[in-house]
């Protein structure tokens, strides 16, 4: 059981500060520097892009978590800090140590992530002058959510309040959204903050999970960075019992929807989008088959126009479950639109068209559901529309 | 050895004869009905949609070409007879029963195809007053290409005469692109006539071979149709001495530059599109990851709309080729982008960026280029810049 915290942010749980500046990594007057800390070591667990391609941030990152704590996060935006060989692994370490230098920690304790333009030195100088005046405190939450967006129209946090068992704990979670960064690449951030006490077994298990359930369904379009990445601290302040695999219900059920809500604020907030699309799959053979046709349909430029212009055009959908992978038996598909079924048993159902395109119109959000009748694989992933404001975001860095 | 005929069509080789007529489809006065056929028996191979979703057409014709032999191919556009059930089906094979009436064959020896929107029923009336209005002659090609075009905006034939150990015989092949039809569904279909003598096991791997690394390396969007196919038909006129697996080497190489001419007119005639790009990827650890790399960063999206934008964004690239799956050690890899380097041993290379903008906004065709330097796999793809076009030719069907 968990509730939401109004306004709540990454720094919702106890004993974590946060804050940022701008120091001009970004060319506009835009907080680009940030860092995020607890007041006590914590548990760390963290998920990184699958790219080969990794950017010097997510390379230290990933050797430091590899103990499985750590007590702050220094990020920056406008630089990606990737595919700069040797200088940008030195350079993400330099950021470490004037990270733990200005907090008093040890830089091994230190996680760092950048986003930004990939192929350009991070401007040393301005991360140097910036992170001693950066002043991490309670309410610094909101400040670090601005400072870690791009082309992010919107932030994207959340806190709940945990009641598990007789005892209270608190998630907060902040991330940046799947745009384009000036525009160069897409980037995922996300931090999650807990008071929670979490075992050090269960804690990278239940963010994996989570993970799974949520940003791995997202699909804005396709591309995937070398700088995603998806990190979880526990300081443990609350005080419950440990959580662990026999008794974490309510925390994965709590971290989940804190993910699946962020997950949703990017794909509502992909780059020129204008509706939320929501592809469910159910009665899949299995669930690894349920997820990759959810993906495929939420990811398919056809059914990403269709939407755009309130078209009810299902048979792009349908193109898309047929070339996913998943196994499917023509004369067992059910397709719903907007829960209006438009295919039984793979054959075309009438449907109002009128109404479907009026539906369509008015709503920011597109629910998909697909019904294959072959087993009990269930998923759902999102996406947002494609519209000509994509393209043209996309197209015009040069002129 | 082999020379392009001028002019030439899938009925330059001895004995083709093509026709086409208007049945009414299609609602405006355009060609939508056509039959290919030879005067004697051809041998016939296939290569098919991989879609788990397939038109009745594909499943007619795959069993009727299972056997080996076909002696005529009928095709209407307009109407994809997909997601139709048990009346699809029928539909099917009323059109080749019709077709063989026509020209005093067996059922069985008659290919279908089908291009147009799914999930509506094929208008039998059109197709039962069309049929035998066809009138297929040996200058048939030229109209029979016209016929299957749908958002195609360039016809998409050709036809080479092979001079191969002191015998000659022609190869004449047609498609259609990766054209939405009203926009509806992509669908690719292609049709090859040869006179050769070819043996019945050389026939269909040689197909497979020319689609491989022709139409399978192609991506306007990512999306597969239930109707996709390319047939080869070989009825053996030119007299040649019998082509097999030992002597096939000639006949290889002409049928694969047929098929990769028809495939580059289509990534070029993409909807749309402005660019053809040609992404070579050299030095893979085996063929099959260069071939993955290839056709990943000609499909990405954010490479697609830089292209659009001429924009020499090449951290796009290489984040494309980091998520495609392929072993990649930053350290070793080169990039460049219409032959200057961009990146080496994953380092950025300097270049002049006005230069390369204006030598991008003058170019048809953008070439990528990748050494990865970690063994010889070698292969190429290729597709089209994604324009604001592209979105409103796909958003806007019923508006």
């Known amino acids: 059981m968990f509730n939401l915290i109004p306004s709540g942010s990454v720094t919702s749980a106890s004993g974590f500060l946060a ?36 950017s010097a941030p997510v390379i230290l ?37 004037l990270a733990a230098a200005k907090l008093g920690l040890s830089p091994e304790d230190i996680l760092v992530a950048s986003t930004g333009i990939i192929g350009v030195p991070l401007p040393m100088d301005k991360i140097r002058t910036g992170i001693p005046k950066i002043k991490p405190t309670r309410g610094g939450g909101h400040d670090f959510c601005r ?26 979670g902040v991330a940046k959204g799947i745009g384009m960064i000036h525009p160069n690449l897409a980037t995922m951030l996300c931090f999650i903050a807990t008071d929670a006490v979490v075992s050090a077994d269960f804690l990278p298990a239940a963010l994996q999970k989570a993970v799974d359930c949520s940003f791995n369904m997202v ?31 309510d925390f994965q059920e709590a971290l989940t ?15 020129g989008a204008t509706k939320l699309i929501e592809v469910t799959v159910e009665g899949a053979e299995d669930p690894v088959w349920a997820r990759q046709a959810a993906r495929t ?12 212009g309130n078209d009810p055009n299902w048979g792009r959908i349908v193109a898309a479950l047929g070339r996913s992978g998943a196994r499917v038996r023509e004369d067992r598909l059910d397709v719903y639109l907007n829960d209006v079924c438009v295919m039984k048993q793979g054959c075309p159902t009438p449907f109002i068209k009128a109404e479907m395109i009026s539906a369509l119109s ?28 994509y393209v043209r975001i996309n197209s015009r860095y040069t002129t």
């Open 19 to 54: 804050g940022a500046v701008h120091a001009g990594i970004k060319s506009e007057d835009e907080l680009d520097l940030a860092i995020l800390c607890s007041e006590v070591p914590c548990k760390a667990a963290g998920v990184f892009t699958t790219s080969q391609i990794k």
């Open 147 to 172: 400072s870690i967006m791009t082309t992010d129209t919107r932030p994207k946090e959340m806190a709940v309040q945990v009641d598990s068992k007789g005892t209270k704990f608190t998630i907060g």
């Open 297 to 308: 349909i939420a990811s398919s430029p056809l059914v990403k126009a269709a939407i755009h």
């Open 362 to 389: 008015n709503s920011d959000n597109v629910f998909i559901r697909l019904c294959l009748h072959l087993g009990d694989g269930q998923a759902t992933a999102w996406g947002c529309d494609l519209s000509e404001e």
């Open 61 to 97: 990152s990933q050797k430091h978590i590899a103990k499985g704590r750590a007590q702050a996060i220094v990020v920056n935006s406008g630089c990606a800090n990737a595919c700069m060989g040797g200088q940008g692994l030195a350079d993400a370490l330099g950021m470490a140590n």
């Open 219 to 249: 699909s804005i379009d396709g591309d995937t960075s070398p700088n995603d990445c998806a990190f979880l601290l526990a300081n443990g302040l609350a005080g419950n019992e440990p959580i662990d695999f026999d008794n974490g219900g």
């Open 257 to 271: 929807a804190v993910c699946t809500h962020l997950a949703k604020s990017m794909a509502r907030d992909g780059e």
